[in-house]
């Protein structure tokens, strides 16, 4: 398998699955190494040019009680970002039996 870099065409992905883990936009951020406010930007331009909701979020009292807030996929969020996945793969695999012919 091709090792993943992290550019442009998967870092949505990318911020989706940490979120997905997660279960916050800061922790998500600070695991990816990534700036809180850059995370909520890229959220909110995928969010823009897909014309729909891809994340909910909910607050949280004070962070002895419940940890704070916390954010959680959509569901057409969870079918993008396995369609997204499953089309990599299969880019993956065109790449490496492409190679193996030229």
């Given at each position: 398998?091709?090792?993943?870099?992290?550019?442009?065409?998967?870092?949505?992905?990318?911020?989706?699955?940490?979120?997905?883990?997660?279960?916050?936009?800061?922790?998500?951020?600070?695991?990816?190494?990534?700036?809180?406010?850059?995370?909520?930007?890229?959220?909110?331009?995928?969010?823009?040019?897909?014309?729909?909701?891809?994340?909910?979020?909910?607050?949280?009292?004070?962070?002895?009680?419940?940890?704070?807030?916390?954010?959680?996929?959509?569901?057409?969020?969870?079918?993008?970002?396995?369609e997204f996945r499953s089309k990599e793969l299969q880019l993956e695999h065109f790449l490496l039996n492409d190679k193996k012919t030229t």
């Amino acid at each position: 398998m091709l090792q993943r870099k992290e550019s442009a065409d998967n870092r949505g992905a990318s911020i989706l699955e940490s979120l997905d883990k997660q279960g916050s936009i800061t922790a998500a951020a600070i695991n990816l190494r990534m700036s809180y406010r850059f995370v909520w930007g890229y959220i909110s331009l995928m969010q823009k040019a897909l014309n729909a909701k891809i994340i909910v979020t909910h607050r949280g009292g004070p962070r002895g009680e419940n940890g704070g807030g916390g954010a959680a996929l959509t569901p057409f969020a969870r079918k993008l970002l396995t369609e997204f996945r499953s089309k990599e793969l299969q880019l993956e695999h065109f790449l490496l039996n492409d190679k193996k012919t030229t």
